[in-house]
């Protein structure tokens, strides 16, 4: 579904990302592991729009995205959940829902339809619904975020750092709810500090390294790769199975 070829990307005269390929299908989870400064959150940001890509090409299905403003991504399917949650504080969680539906209905009922079906996949959020999205734990802001982006209908979640500040049990109800999320005709690509967590959800995975993939294959084989065991999983591969 979504393709992203020989990509290059940066800021100004900085070039981030080298040459970068990647795939993600529906019903897939994807990650992209790698140290601070590889270039995660870059890609993300340059498959939304946000940043402009300076070569290469990223498609969904037969659209070419990489021209595209960032409102006419989210139009064509592709919703990004950026780290740090940025929600807006002053406003009620329900006025954030109802936000992230803003490019495609106008339709007060449409609204209220998918308004439901979020909340019914974060509860908390039906009991906080009138509550001011800032004063939110970091764990409801999270499930805030990531229910504003299933709002706007799309086919590509792009999710960047979910686990990041938040409490162990929270976690592993934001790791499983990603992974209810790809059996609903979705494509997820996700970048997580956790790197364990990460491969072990993942369909497919990618490691990059200063801007470039040096590792791909399934998260399950990358578990077992030495190098990832070394570099990413804090030990090898037999000191990680004794």
Known sequence: MLQVNQLYS?????????DVSISVDVGQIVSLIGANGAGKTTLLRTISGVIPASSGAITLDDDNLTRRSVHEIVRLGVAHVPEGRQVFGGLTVRDNLELGAITWSRNADDRADDTD??????PRLRERSRQLAGTLSGG????????????????????????LGLAPMVVTMIFETIVQLKSNDLAILLV????????????????????????????????????????YLGGSTSSARS
């Open 192 to 231: 997580e500090q956790n790197a364990r967590a990460a491969l072990a959800m993942a369909d497919h995975a990618y490691v990059l390294e200063t801007g470039s993939v040096v590792i791909s294959g399934p998260g399950a084989k990358l578990l077992d790769n030495e190098r990832v065991q070394e570099i």
């Open 10 to 18: 940066g800021y100004g005269p900085l070039t981030v990302l080298r």
């Open 140 to 163: 409801e802001q999270q499930m805030l975020a990531i229910g504003r982006s299933l709002m706007a209908r799309p086919r590509v979640l792009l999710l960047d750092e979910p686990s």
């Open 117 to 122: 079906r979020v909340m019914a996949l974060f």
